[in-house]
């Protein structure tokens, strides 16, 4: 059974930190792209972070840059996504998502649609 499973969320005051984890069962990361998106009540996902199969490109998006950092560990099994500085506004269900790349790892995807697998989502509250 394919699977995908997020951890890490909780409550955490400005300025702190997070680290989430996304382990894999079921298949093998090694040739998926994976992405981090987000969704806070009232609006629509976003993206947050996403990284290439190869651990070779990362991207981030804007309000994030400087302080997330994504990475991964294929014998693992398992990306991460490291949060610091957090502000209110990162607050959300994280969810991670895993894409096929076929071979053509230098090709991220970055919209939602584009990813066949995802968690089941895990809240992240900050808040003083």
């Known amino acids: 059974q394919v699977q995908l499973v997020e951890s890490g969320g909780g409550l955490v005051q400005p300025g702190g930190s997070l680290r989430l984890s996304c382990a894999a069962s079921?298949?093998?990361?090694?040739?998926?792209?994976i992405g981090w998106f987000r969704q806070a009540p009232g609006r629509e996902r976003e993206g947050v972070s996403w990284?290439?199969?190869?651990?070779?490109?990362?991207y981030s998006t804007d309000s994030v840059k400087g302080r997330f950092t994504i990475s991964r560990d294929n014998g693992k099994n398992t990306v991460y996504l490291q949060m610091n500085s957090l502000r209110p506004e990162d607050t959300g269900v994280y969810y991670c998502?895993?894409?096929?790349?076929?071979?053509?790892?230098?090709?991220?995807?970055?919209?939602?649609?584009?990813?066949?697998?995802w968690g089941q989502g895990t809240q992240v509250t900050v808040s003083s």
């Open positions: 998502a895993a894409a096929n790349q076929d071979g053509s790892w230098w090709i991220v995807p970055r919209r939602d649609f584009e990813y066949k697998y």
């Open positions: 079921g298949f093998t990361l090694d040739d998926y792209a």
């Open positions: 990284i290439s199969s190869r651990d070779i490109l990362k």
